[in-house]
């Protein structure tokens, strides 16, 4: 195998390695995506009442307290009180 050669042989390679990254990347951030979309979807139904839990329970109260914290600097930035 000739010096071009193998240089074609390598460049391949890594383009074979990149794509497989990439999709591994990409495949990630799916995963990250729907966990997000589940615990969305787990929060409101912990709100509604329609489900319950210990576990889910305490994390949808420190996403609520993390909403009104927003929420309270929000109308402290625009002066207004909510």
Known sequence: ???VDKLKAGAEQ???KARET???VQTKRELGQAYTDLG???SGL???GEISHGE???GVDHIKELQARLSGEAASETGTDE
């Open 14 to 16: 890594a383009g074979n």
């Open 22 to 24: 990439a999709q591994e």
């Open 46 to 48: 912990v709100d509604r």
């Open 56 to 58: 889910l329970t305490a």
């Open 40 to 42: 969305k979807t787990a």
């Open 1 to 3: 195998m000739g010096f």
